[in-house]
């Protein structure tokens, strides 16, 4: 699977965005999927996730009550809405999508080519 996100760009603090991520392939309902992020300087980590089966999302506590994933199956598309945007928040954002059962924190097959958000102070 080929995955391609967009969405990013520059936001002031407390604002909001929707990140978008493309999936190609047919089978896209049978990936698990997640977004992850990479600061300047900081590991990779991810915010966002589904369980294999669609029917739990998890998130960072950093993340937790500000961030929203969903996800389109007949669009091939997953989603990460979020607002209350903090500067801590810039980063690049990552889609991922892994087969079969995993840890939505770790275990991702397939990455996206990443979209910039930058939230200003």
């Known amino acids: 699977v080929q995955l391609q996100a967009s969405g990013g760009g520059l936001v002031e603090t407390g604002g909001s965005l929707q990140l978008s991520c493309l999936a190609s392939?047919?089978?896209?309902?049978?990936?698990?999927m997640g977004w992850c992020r990479q600061a300047p300087g900081k590991e990779r980590e991810c915010v966002a996730g589904?369980?294999?089966?669609?029917?739990?999302?998890y998130y960072a506590d950093s993340v937790k009550g500000r961030f929203t994933i969903s996800r389109d199956n007949a669009k091939n598309t997953v989603y990460l809405q979020m607002t209350s945007l903090r500067p801590e928040d810039t980063a690049v954002y990552y889609c991922?999508?892994?087969?079969?059962?995993?840890?939505?924190?770790?275990?991702?097959?397939?990455w996206g080519q990443g979209t910039l958000v930058t939230v200003s102070s």
């Open positions: 589904f369980s294999w089966s669609g029917s739990m999302t």
């Open positions: 392939g047919r089978t896209f309902s049978a990936y698990r």
């Open positions: 991922a999508a892994g087969r079969g059962v995993g840890d939505w924190r770790t275990d991702y097959d397939y």
